[in-house]
Each structure stands twice: as structure tokens, then as C-alpha cells.
């Protein structure tokens, strides 16, 4: 299972480092989001994530990583969900203002020759 999450972590980090490098601003959009995705991923793979078990210490049950799920990780997550809804939606607004203004979708405001 390490090995099927490292390689998924690693295409969408691929796939989201080569749209960037993109000469349109839409691709460059799509590339930002998939790398923030990637970078969720590892996030919450990193936060030691244990099956049915509950992030809430029980009285009896030692307080450690063994018997309970961190949640910080799965907070940073969610709140970097949230932040990267709110940069894609700036940054579409700020690409519609610049196509409408340049008349191009281009990086550099130029179309190819």
C-alpha cells in the first residue's frame, strides 16, 4: 500500500511540476492544483494513520501513536483544502481579467510566432 501511495504521490507531483512549466495560465492553474494535491497527500500520509481507530484518548488506553490516529495532519489538510480552493478562485478571476485585458492566455502576455 506505501507503494501504491508513493507513486501516486509522485505522478501528481510529476504531472502538477510539468503543467506548471506550461506557457498557458489555465495549465499553470491545473498544475498548482495538482501539486497542492500531491503535497495534501503526503501531508496526510506522514500523519501516521491507523485504521478504526479514534483520534480521542480513552481513560485506560496508553496515550500513543499506536493506539490513536493524529489529527494534526488531518487539520493541515483540511485547512490547505480550503486556502487552495480560495488561490484557485483568486487566481481564475485574476486569469479571466488578464484574458480579457491581453486578449491572450499566454504566461508572458505573447502569443507564439
Known amino acids: ?22 506557457p498557458r495560465t489555465f495549465q499553470v492553474l491545473m498544475g498548482l492544483s495538482l501539486l497542492s494535491y500531491a ?10 494513520l491507523s485504521i478504526d481507530q479514534p483520534p ?10 499506536q493506539h490513536y490516529t493524529d489529527p494534526l495532519p488531518q487539520a493541515l489538510v483540511l485547512t490547505a ?4 480552493f480560495a488561490m484557485t478562485a483568486l487566481f481564475l478571476v485574476v486569469l479571466l481579467a488578464l ?15
Open 1 to 22: 500500500m506505501e507503494i501504491v501511495l508513493a507513486t501516486a504521490i509522485g505522478v501528481l507531483a510529476a504531472c502538477g511540476v510539468w503543467l506548471l512549466l506550461r
Open 39 to 48: 503535497v495534501n497527500l503526503f501531508i496526510f500520509s506522514m500523519g501516521s
Open 56 to 65: 480521542i484518548v480513552v481513560p485506560g488506553v496508553p496515550p500513543d501513536l
Open 81 to 84: 483544502i480550503v486556502i487552495n
Open 99 to 113: 484574458r480579457g485585458l491581453s486578449g491572450t492566455d499566454h504566461v508572458d502576455g505573447q502569443e507564439e510566432t
